[in-house]
C-alpha cells in the first residue's frame, strides 16, 4: 500500500499539484477539530440518549400509573413499580366504549379530512406568493403575515359560523377554523422559494404546461419533505383540538375524543370535589380517579405518538430544507 502513495506523491510534485493523500489527512484533521473526535462521540451519544429517555420518561410513567389499582395509588402514591397492578381504568373506560369508538371516529375523520384540505389550501396559497410571475405576491403575503399578529377574535368568529355559515353542529364546525395557518403558510413559502428551481419551471412552462399542471406534477413530488411537515403540525393540531367542540357542537354524536374526554375528566373533578355526595351514592367507589385520567391521556395519544416515526424523516428535512440557506 506504501507505494502507490508514494508514486502518487511523485507524481504531485512533478505536476505540482497538491498532494492527494496530504490533503485527505488535512481534511480528516480538520473535520476532527471541527467537529466530534470518537470519545466526544460517544460523550453526546450518552448525552442524546439520556435526553431521550427523559422526553419518553413521563409518559411510560403515565402508562404504569394507568395501570396501577386506585387502593395503591391511595396508599402509596404515584410509584414507578406499582405494589398492585390492575386494569380497572380501563375497564371503567370500557363501560362507555360506544361513545368513545364514536369519538373516536369522529377525530379521525375530522383529522384526515382536516389534514387534506389544509394541506392543499396551504401549498396552494404558499406557491403563489413564492413565485416572482405573480403580479401580487406581495400584498397576499402582507395579508397572510397580518392574520399572524392580529386576529378579529373569537366572538366574530362565532358569529361567522354560527350565524353566516350555519355550521353549528356540523362536522365542518370541526374543520374549517384550523384549515388555515399564516404561519404554515410563511414556512412552505420559504420551502418553495428554496428547493423549487425556477428553471424547471421555466422549462415546463416552454414545453406548455399550464401552472395547475406544473404544480401538480412537478412541484408537488418535488415538496413532499415540506408537505410531510406541515400535514404532521396540521394532524396534531386537529386531534388535539376540544375547544372548537365547546363551542360549535351540541350533538352528543359529533363530539371528538379530546372533547369526550375532557367532559370525563370535569365529570371525574366534580364528584371529587363534591365528595359527600359522590360517596354516599356509591359511584365514587367504583371509579378509578387517578387511573383513568392516566388512561384517558394513553387513548389520546398513543395512536398520535404511533403514527409520528413515519413522518420523521420528512418532518426533519421540510424543517431544515426551509429554514437553511446553503
Known amino acids: 500500500m506504501a507505494e502507490p502513495i508514494e508514486m502518487a506523491e511523485e507524481i504531485a510534485q512533478v505536476r505540482g499539484d497538491v498532494k492527494p493523500p496530504k490533503k485527505i489527512k ?16 460517544v460523550a453526546m451519544n450518552i448525552l442524546l440518549g439520556f435526553l431521550a429517555i427523559i422526553c419518553v ?14 387502593a395503591s395509588i391511595a396508599t402509596e402514591g404515584f410509584r414507578l413499580i406499582p405494589k398492585e397492578w390492575s386494569t380497572e381504568a380501563y375497564e371503567y373506560l370500557w363501560k362507555m366504549k360506544g361513545q368513545l369508538l364514536q369519538s373516536y371516529g369522529i377525530t379521525i375523520i375530522v383529522t384526515v379530512l382536516g389534514t387534506v384540505m ?10 403563489a406568493i413564492s413565485r416572482p410571475q ?44 384550523l384549515a388555515m395557518n399564516a404561519f404554515y403558510i410563511m414556512i412552505m413559502r420559504t ?34 419533505p415540506g408537505l410531510a411537515t406541515i400535514a404532521l ?15 360549535y357542537i351540541d350533538n352528543p354524536n359529533l363530539v371528538p375524543l379530546q372533547s369526550l374526554l375532557m367532559k370525563i375528566e370535569n365529570n371525574l373533578e366534580f364528584m371529587r370535589q363534591n365528595s359527600e355526595i359522590a360517596y354516599s351514592s356509591g359511584a365514587l367507589n367504583s371509579i ?32 431544515t430544507i426551509g429554514g437553511v440557506k446553503e
Open 26 to 41: 488535512n481534511q480528516s484533521k480538520d473535520r476532527d477539530m471541527l467537529g466530534f473526535g470518537p470519545k466526544m462521540n
Open 57 to 70: 420518561f413521563p409518559f411510560i410513567y403515565i402508562i404504569i400509573i394507568s395501570f396501577s389499582s386506585e
Open 118 to 127: 389544509s394541506v392543499a389550501m396551504i401549498s396552494l396559497y404558499a406557491y
Open 134 to 177: 405573480f403580479a401580487y405576491r406581495r400584498q397576499f403575503t402582507f395579508i397572510a403575515f397580518f392574520t399572524m399578529l392580529f386576529s378579529g377574535g373569537m366572538v366574530p368568529a362565532y358569529i361567522v359560523m354560527t350565524q353566516f355559515l350555519h355550521l353549528r353542529d356540523t362536522i365542518w364546525a370541526l374543520i374549517l377554523p
Open 191 to 224: 420551502f418553495f422559494i428554496r428547493s423549487i428551481p425556477e428553471p424547471i419551471l421555466e422549462a415546463a412552462r416552454i414545453e406548455g404546461a399550464g401552472e395547475m399542471r406544473i404544480f401538480l406534477r412537478i412541484v408537488l413530488p418535488l415538496s413532499l
Open 233 to 247: 403540525f396540521s394532524t396534531l393540531g386537529y386531534w388535539n383540538d376540544w375547544f372548537q367542540a365547546s363551542l
Open 288 to 319: 378509578p380517579q387517578d387511573g383513568a385520567k392516566m388512561a384517558m391521556v394513553v387513548i389520546s395519544t398513543l395512536p398520535i405518538a404511533v403514527t409520528y416515526p413515519f413522518f420523521q424523516k420528512y418532518f426533519i428535512s421540510g424543517l
